[in-house]
């Protein structure tokens, strides 16, 4: 039986459960809310940070593109990283340097300043992140509690998101922008301080002499690198435009070279036999809409609020508590309900229904209140949002093994930053550029313009999420957690290497 190497005491097999792995859990879990939060925490602050370091119109947009740049490119190697060298030791690794460089972003006197420590954070999260649920998939060894823990940290995932608005709305109102940075210091020291005495060491089993298959690291870093700054350029140029089209072909000319390396490869370092999993797939693909919809609808929203209803970032920030619980609900629904009903019936509701949440959030207008213009649009989009996350972290870790956890995770954790991305990309912009072209050649009034183009393009996200719905109805495998399932086993080799 395979077992896991500890460097505090001796190993243990793999299947016995570990009796501090709820305790790790929380651990975990507050990293990872941690990290999804410094996702959005800083769009309500951003007109304050371009004051405060004198940034230009253009420069700060990096502020949070540089982040989204760095996660998006790095989380897959991050992951498969976490595989080989160890997943404890890349967590920590991950989350030292995400605290370190949230502190440097906290104390920027200027923008360059600003823009490192940003990047320090994009690095971070490609590490901790993947390697985060590559633990959690090897320490719950039972099939229904492996489910649930899974569809804990998914939850908390969706949840960081939401209430990222709401703390950098207090935070940045009451106190200043430097502590939405601050903050995470502390609560990184308290993590690395306990992970050690929680969790066992673990690693993927490696023939002696095999070589780290570091030319396909570097072809899809690149890539994906390629892509994610195509797709970023996209909201400030057209998508014809030389600085869009020549990052994004250049992104899957060297994917596809990847691609080509790896199946000749002896030891590759993202096997391609790991993608031939449907369930994992179909996750994959979904949840890139799924992440999409979800960061055009806050950013847009978050506009709406300020630009048409003239809300502070305080007001503002707290008109999402409602989603915040309506989603901490969704959560505990997906949780505990696929260990009896399988990961199929509810992420396909859960997709649908945040269409459904789409479309009538489409029906706002110039004149719309909170009460009858946000409100039920956001109760049912939180709710079916706290649905589909924890259900596709458990489709997306469906049948891993110990020798692919963290690449699994980093697959994952790519598609939700890809995923942001274009939503970023394709539907703001496309908003964006319909009130221009409304206002130009149309005569339309300002605000009804912008009006007009959110309503655009919750509309197509809410065809893209119903889609999503039907693709996972009609192609996923029905995955029914049952008491007898085991973590797949990985036979060990004759000799493994660290």
């Keep these: 039986m395979h077992t896991e190497t500890s460097e505090t005491g001796p190993t243990r097999p793999a299947a016995e459960p570990d009796p501090r792995r709820w305790k790790a859990l929380i651990a975990l879990a507050l990293i990872q809310f941690m990290l999804v939060l410094d996702m959005t925490v800083v769009n309500v602050a951003l007109p304050k940070i371009q004051h405060s370091l004198h940034f230009s119109g253009p420069g700060l947009a990096w502020v949070v593109n540089s982040y989204v740049l760095m996660a998006g490119a790095l989380l897959l190697l991050g992951g498969r990283f976490a595989d080989v060298y160890g997943r404890r030791l890349v967590f920590l690794i991950g989350t030292a340097l995400f605290a370190l460089a949230s502190a440097v972003c906290g104390a920027a006197v200027d923008a360059p300043m600003m823009l490192v420590g940003r990047f320090g954070q994009g690095v971070g999260e490609a590490l901790a992140a993947p390697a985060s649920l590559g633990l959690i998939a090897l320490m719950f060894t039972d099939p229904k509690e492996r489910a649930k823990a899974l569809g804990i940290w998914g939850g908390v995932a969706g949840i960081a998101g939401t209430f990222g608005t709401i703390i950098s709305g207090l935070l940045t109102d009451l106190v200043t922008w430097r502590s939405i940075f601050y903050i995470n210091v502390p609560v990184a020291l308290v993590v690395l301080a306990l992970v050690p005495r929680l969790m066992a060491e673990s690693r993927m089993t490696r023939a002696a002499g095999a070589r780290l298959d570091y030319p396909g690291g570097i072809l899809a870093a690149g890539g994906l690198t390629a892509i994610v700054y195509g797709l970023l350029q996209a909201a400030t140029h057209t998508w014809g435009a030389w600085q869009v089209l020549l990052p994004l072909i250049g992104g899957v000319v060297l994917l596809a070279v990847m691609v080509g390396w790896e199946t000749r490869a002896s030891e590759p370092l993202f096997p391609l036999s790991f993608f031939a999993n449907r369930t994992r797939t179909v996750a994959n693909v979904t949840g890139l809409f799924l992440a999409a919809a979800f960061f055009t609808y806050f950013y847009l929203l978050t506009l709406f609020e300020q630009q048409i209803l003239d809300y502070s970032p305080l ?124 206002v130009q050649h149309h005569g339309a009034q300002p605000f009804q313009a912008l009006v007009d183009g959110y309503v655009l393009s919750f509309r197509i996200g809410a065809v893209l999420l119903v889609l999503s719905g039907i693709a996972v109805a009609l192609l996923l495998e029905h995955v029914k957690v049952e008491p007898t399932s085991p973590l797949p086993p990985v036979p060990a080799p004759a000799e493994a290497a660290d």
């Design 315 to 438: 007001v503002g920030g707290l008109s999402y508590l409602p989603m915040g619980l309506a989603m901490g609900a969704g959560m505990g629904i997906g949780t505990g309900m696929t260990p009896k009903f399988g990961v199929k019936p509810l992420l396909t509701v859960g997709l649908v229904g945040s269409g459904a949440a789409l479309l009538i959030a489409s029906f706002i207008g110039t004149g719309s209140s909170y009460a009858t213009g946000i409100l039920p649009g956001m109760i049912v989009l939180g709710l079916s949002f706290g649905i589909c996350f924890p259900t596709m972290t458990n489709a997306a870790m469906h049948a891993v093994t110990e020798q692919d956890a963290s690449l699994a995770s980093g697959v994952q954790n790519t598609t939700r930053m890809v995923g942001g991305a274009l939503g970023l990309a394709a539907l703001v912009t496309l908003a964006l550029r319909h009130a221009a072209t409304q």
